[in-house]
């Protein structure tokens, strides 16, 4: 039987083809998926290089940091002493660390790599990393000097494990004052200690940090793709092998007319499922790992780290061959048991037998999903103790009941279907009627699109939309340095006027198309030491106890509120503060701060900018009148009209430097942004070879209905109409489907934050929503281009 | 008067070279209107390749097809997709009813596919059906009728809309004998109406309730009869009054 299967797939191959392609595509992409878990995620040897623990050491008493450290390389075999010092970047408010790291430590070396030029070797040289670089806009060969030190640029380097990890690396034991060292040690490799201890108790004593184990979350990570994908690959087989056993079902009655039994033809359709597995592995893992090597590069910029592009999951691959094969093995089991029951006399009339409707599909999918999200929502996947094997088992029962929902849903469509015009009333009963493959094309299709809209929504929940985050493209902040130590109330006018002619070069650099008005914070003149004091903030009350700070508001001033069109007039006598927020605030005065007699600010609600870092709230002259408090200039808003570009920016950050100001321009999230159209696209294509496959299959076992609607005087409009209303049907349930389940999923793992999963990425769900059922409509009208060519074949037979 | 079909030495042949087979040679045909020719012959005789090639389903390889005095092979495909929907009704063996559709739905088909509101295609249909004496089934699925009421839906869609050109192939083969004759009583009743109609039977007693008989061998129209009385000649007296 099964060579009879092997024979028979070598001679139909062709009709299994766009099977096989999927089945191998969905290996593929486990394999790349399972690659991609073990190498994306750098774990902690980031920080510890080949280390397995460390040891912090607070640099600012060096003494005692020079005595610590030797009692750490007294205790340890070896050593690697990496010293940092933060220094301010010119023109901003980042800090960059300095690094003094031997390159060639014994668990140094993995976590520093020179790029181009060479390492420092002496004192005044220094190697940056590309972030650095561009952040200081310095190359090889330049000199840059910060906090009075000048260093020569002899190289570019960067930490293989972590390619964020931004610093300037300077030669071993040329730092001046580290703020702090970190000490890498093993702690398998320690010095054997003198019987009876050391004795000494003016050593200093230390805390030794050792590595976590990222291995749980990887392997959560890794088995839950590979659940989906499998289960992917499942639905997707299921639906090819109930076509391949209805194409067969003649040749399957000749069998069992001839004496074959049950179990003869359950063996012949399971067969098929065998050797497509096979295939479909064999293929797929070559493709996985194919594509993993081409990938590895990007996947490096992605992961922000270098990775072994020969390092992969040979046993992981492996299993996950082997579950490919399980998998289609099993797919191909229901529609053999299916096939083998079918009367000997139908299969030979080649006539499809009635589908039965699947009743308990609705109460199994209440039963799942219900399951599936307790099991999500117990196992805090948004928390660092993720629970791997339940979170798992919710996705895979959220999973399973989304796809126990297709049949009943294909039920629904074909019930409403006799209101629509003659096409898509016979493609959704079609679809209705051969349910069993259908409900298992819409399986996969809700799959694949619950998947991109998952990601989708999980991309935005880390992504703040146009009118969040800390600016707009359009304004940029010109500051006078750290409100908490920069910041000077006591100034003199004339002194102010020096400020404001500081930040106009700034707003000169832009080019003059910007216009600046000066914003200035409160603070309360009995509180001006300068190791004390703090501008007056606003806190938002959370409850009785606590005050969730939200900002320091700007004093009212006639330039600030003309530039948000705030009439002057409007000001109620009482209010304290403007703003655009509706929450309970209150004004908090260092002295006062978290006591009760923080009172509820009195707010009146303005069209102010909502960016965090934007004259969000104002606090009006009468409540500064009322409380004394003086005010400090703070910094320079700058509204453009138009989005700064990236010349603008270097320019103000330049000048900035010079008058020593720093800017903050809108910060970006290309990355995020991108992948969350990525994932669309993703989703779009997946699903629309899914829904190409199935209408193909769909209409291609219809050829005697294409026959009846071509004699009946349907013309090829009609037959494309048929065939891109299928396509419709199943992309707009796939979608339904798809997104009602991802955020079952998502309402589950998110359930006690779910503002985050507010706003809704509307673009990449409407350009799913409309985009899939549009490119389906369009794959279904070519596809159904040709005229039948059964009429020649019956006059032949 | 123009004929309803006309076959003007129409071959057909599949493949090329050595592989090619002449289902059809240089057959000439004429069907008035009113008219019920049978075609009979043996498996292969090209007796269905002559039933698509007059129903526009196939292009003769040589020679003209005319229906109701229009050329087929001047026909674009859309021109013959709506004279298949206006002029020809098709009648198969195996019913070919779509599944998906109901009786009256599949019965409104033609005049649906024509552009006829849904409504109106339907009140249409179910007068078909009822002139045919299945209007009960109407709203039932075709795997909820039986064979002889599948065969009489399927005739009601090859008449609806007054087409005046029935083609029925084997359109008895499945059925017994009792719904065999009730189809054939269908079709001529339908020729009475003023329908040319084409029936291909293997079965003799069929065929004579055809006006002619078309005999066909390897390709060949060999002979053919001249009017035939028909069975229900037995029912009338010689002076052609009812007994």
């Keep these: 039987m099964f060579r009879w299967a092997g024979r028979m797939f070598r001679r139909e191959w062709r009709q299994q083809v766009l099977v096989l392609c999927l089945l191998t595509a969905a290996v593929a992409a486990s394999v790349v998926f399972a690659t991609l878990a073990t190498n994306a995620v750098p774990g902690p040897t980031a920080e510890f290089g080949g280390a397995n623990a460390s040891v912090r050491v607070d640099g600012t008493d060096p003494a005692l940091a020079a005595a610590t450290i030797a009692a750490v390389q007294d205790r340890f075999n070896s050593v690697d002493v990496i010293a940092h010092r933060a220094i301010l970047v010119p023109g901003t408010l980042q800090h960059l660390d300095v690094r003094d790291s031997d390159p060639n430590g014994t668990y140094t070396a993995t976590v520093l790599d020179l790029r181009h030029g060479r390492s420092p070797q002496r004192a005044g040289e220094v190697a940056l990393t590309d972030g650095a670089a561009n952040v200081l806009d310095v190359g090889i060969g330049s000199d840059i000097t910060v906090d009075d030190i000048t260093w020569t640029v002899v190289g570019t380097v960067e930490n293989p494990k972590d390619l964020s990890d931004e610093f300037a690396l300077v030669a071993p034991g040329t730092l001046p004052s580290p703020d702090s060292y970190r000490l890498l040690v093993d702690d398998h490799d320690r010095v054997p200690a003198p019987p009876g201890g050391s004795g000494d108790t003016s050593t200093p004593q230390f805390g030794l940090e050792v590595m976590g184990s990222e291995d749980t979350a990887v392997a959560a990570l890794v088995l839950t793709a590979s659940t989906l994908a499998m289960t992917l690959v499942g639905l997707i087989a299921a639906s090819g092998f109930a076509v391949v056993a209805q194409r067969r079902q003649r040749q399957l009655g000749l069998l069992s007319a001839i004496g074959a039994t049950t179990r003869h033809v359950r063996m012949a359709v399971v067969s098929n499922g065998v050797i497509l597995g096979v295939i479909a592995a064999v293929l797929g893992t070559a493709a996985g790992v194919g594509g993993w090597l081409l990938a590895a590069p990007a996947v490096e910029i992605a992961a922000n780290h270098r990775v072994d592009r020969f390092h992969l999951p040979w046993v992981l691959i492996a299993v996950l061959a082997l579950l490919a094969i399980v998998v289609a093995t099993l797919a191909a089991w229901w529609p053999a048991r299916a096939a083998s029951r079918i009367p000997v006399m139908t299969a030979l009339s080649g006539r499809p037998p009635r589908s039965r409707a699947v009743r308990r599909s609705l109460v199994a999918t209440a039963v799942l999903i219900a399951g599936g999200v307790t099991g999500v929502a117990l196992s805090h996947p948004t928390s660092a103790h993720v629970q791997p094997l339940l979170l798992v088992a919710g996705i895979v029962g959220i999973v399973i009941g989304t796809v126990f929902a297709a049949p009943a849903a294909i039920r629904v469509l074909g019930a409403l279907a006799h209101r629509l015009p003659f096409a898509p009333r016979l493609a959704c009963r079609d679809l209705a009627r051969s349910q069993a493959r259908s409900a298992a094309a819409l399986a996969a299709i809700t799959l694949a699109l619950g998947i991109a809209v998952s990601v989708i929504v999980i991309a935005s929940t880390n992504e703040y939309s146009v009118d969040e985050g800390n600016l707009s493209t359009h304004q940029l902040l010109i500051r006078v340095g750290d409100p908490h130590t920069d910041l000077q109330p006591d100034l003199t006018a004339a002194e102010v006027d020096q400020l404001d002619a500081r930040a106009a070069t700034v707003v000169a650099a832009l080019g003059g198309d910007g216009s600046s008005v000066a914003l200035d914070v409160a603070f309360n003149p009995s509180n001006l030491d300068p190791s004390m004091r703090e501008p007056i903030s606003l806190g938002a009350r959370i409850d009785d106890h606590s005050i969730r700070w939200i900002a320091y508001p700007y004093v009212q001033t006639p330039e600030l509120l003309a530039l948000y069109d705030v009439d002057p007039a409007s000001i109620g006598p009482s209010t304290e503060v403007l703003t655009q927020r509706t929450d309970p605030m209150v004004l908090l005065d260092i002295q006062k701060r978290d006591g009760p007699d923080a009172a509820k600010a009195r707010t009146q609600a303005a069209a102010l900018p909502t960016y965090s870092s934007a004259p969000n709230a104002i606090i009006t002259t009468a409540t500064m009148e009322q409380h004394g408090w003086i005010t400090a200039r703070a910094g320079w808003i700058v509204e453009s009209p138009g989005a700064l570009t990236v010349e603008q920016i270097r320019a103000a950050r330049g000048a900035a430097a010079v008058a020593g100001l720093a800017i903050e321009v809108r910060s970006t999230q290309d990355g995020i942004s991108q992948l969350r159209w990525d994932s669309t696209l993703v989703g779009v294509l997946l699903a629309l070879a899914i829904v190409t496959m199935t209408v193909g299959l769909i209409r291609g076992e219809s050829r005697q209905d294409l026959t009846t609607l071509t004699a009946t005087g349907a013309s090829p409009r009609t037959r494309r109409a048929l065939a891109a209303s299928t396509a419709i049907a199943l992309s707009v349930l796939g979608i339904l489907l798809g997104t009602v389940g991802a955020y079952i999923a998502l309402v589950a793992a998110f359930h006690s934050e779910l503002d985050s999963l507010v706003p809704v990425p509307f673009p990449q769900l409407l350009t799913l929503a409309l985009g899939l059922p549009l490119l389906s409509a369009i794959g279904g009208w070519l596809m159904a281009r040709r005229e039948p060519a059964t009429f020649s074949r019956r006059v032949l037979d | ?243």
């Excluded at chain 2, 076959?7 to 209107?33: C, I, Q």
């Excluded at chain 2, 002889?148 to 008895?172: C, F, H, N, S």
Aim: net charge negative.
């Design chain 2, 1 to 243: 008067m123009t004929a309803m079909l006309q076959l003007n030495k129409v071959s057909k042949t599949y493949g090329s070279g050595p592989a090619a087979v002449h289902a059809l040679f240089e057959v000439d045909l004429t069907v008035e209107r009113g008219e019920l020719v049978a075609i009979m012959g043996p498996s292969g005789s090209g007796k269905s390749s002559l039933l698509t090639i007059a129903g526009s389903l196939e292009e003769a390889t040589e020679g003209e097809v005319l229906v109701d005095g229009a050329a087929l092979s001047t026909m674009s495909i859309a021109k013959r997709a709506q004279l298949r929907r206006r002029s020809i009704g098709f009648v198969f063996q195996d019913f070919n009813l779509l599944s998906g559709l109901t009786a009256a739905e599949n019965v409104a088909m033609p005049l649906e596919l024509d552009g006829t509101s849904s409504r109106a295609a339907r009140i249409a249909a179910l007068a078909a059906l009822a002139q045919l004496g299945t209007e009960d089934c109407a709203d039932r699925f075709p795997d909820e009728l039986s064979g002889g009421q599948r065969q009489r839906v399927a005739i009601a869609r090859a008449v609806v809309g007054d087409r005046g050109l029935l083609l029925a192939d084997e359109p008895t083969g499945a059925l017994d004998s009792v719904n065999s004759e009730g189809v054939m009583r269908l079709l001529r009743e339908s020729c009475r109406l003023g329908a040319a109609g084409v029936v291909v039977t293997h079965e003799a007693h069929l065929a004579s309730w055809a006006d002619r008989v078309v005999f066909l061998r390897d390709g060949h129209l060999v002979d053919q009869t001249g009017d035939a009385p028909g069975p229900e000649s037995l029912l009338t007296s010689g002076t052609g009054q009812p007994a």
